[in-house]
């Protein structure tokens, strides 16, 4: 049973649109999320976070925005850039010391 | 780069083997964390150690093992390998065992 799901596998954007990856989740007691991208042949790199406390957060091009009503949050790319094209994982926790839990990742190409 | 080493880098081997895979947390970090990656699956948390001690378990198999040591460096054991077993193995550090996780560039281990 998937705990985090990303539903689209990939998604295809033109350089300098916006792109907006969205993540579900089913376990009420996850309170902090956060969102990594990975390029081939290398790990997970951390990108931005949002605590359940907050219904957005922002770094420069990316925010996340967190919906906890529908249990949904996305990551939105402002402007998409060609270096932007990686594996994004949405992952979450509940609080404490609990693991990660990830989804399986949506690619994101960004066309120039 | 997040600061977090893992050797070797590729590893082939067949079945019925065992490997160990290093891990050299960022400088400062106590928490590590070790995930699977198996093909179009999402990183699958197997075990985490903080400061020498397991402080947390996943889907981690009984012929796996893994131990931190004193210098803080995790080495995860594979033993009696299956085909199945062939992933990416990712290690990952924080400061502490509820801290944003940096993953190292991982192990991409071939069971022939």
């Known amino acids: 049973d998937q705990q985090v799901k990303q539903n689209s596998p990939s998604l295809s954007v033109q350089e300098g649109r916006i792109s907006i990856l969205n993540c579900d989740y089913t376990n009420s007691m996850f309170d902090y999320f956060l969102w990594y991208k990975k390029y081939p042949a290398e790990g997970p790199t951390f990108l931005i976070s949002?605590?359940?406390?907050?219904d957005k957060n922002e770094d420069g091009r990316f925010t996340v925005f967190l919906n906890k009503s529908a249990k949904h949050l996305s990551l939105h790319i402002v402007p998409s850039q060609p270096g932007d094209s990686a594996v994004y994982f949405c992952?979450?926790?509940?609080?404490?010391?609990?693991?990660?839990?990830f989804g399986k990742g949506t690619r994101l190409s960004v066309i120039a | 780069d997040s600061g977090v080493t893992q050797t070797p880098k590729h590893l082939i081997t067949a079945t019925g083997q065992r490997v160990t895979l290093r891990c050299s947390p960022r400088?400062?970090?106590?928490?590590v964390y070790w995930y699977q990656q198996s093909l179009d699956q999402g990183l699958q948390f197997l075990i985490q150690y903080y400061n020498g001690e397991e402080r947390a378990k996943g889907n981690i198999l009984e012929r796996f093992s893994a131990q931190q040591f004193p210098d803080l460096h995790s080495e995860l054991n594979l033993s009696s390998l299956e085909l199945g077993d062939s992933a990416l193995y990712f290690c990952a550090s924080s400061v502490g065992p509820a801290e944003t996780q940096y993953f190292g560039p991982g192990t991409r281990l071939l069971v022939l």
């Open positions: 949002i605590s359940s406390i907050k």
């Open positions: 992952a979450a926790k509940s609080s404490g010391n609990t693991p990660l839990v």
């Open positions: 400088s400062g970090d106590l928490s």
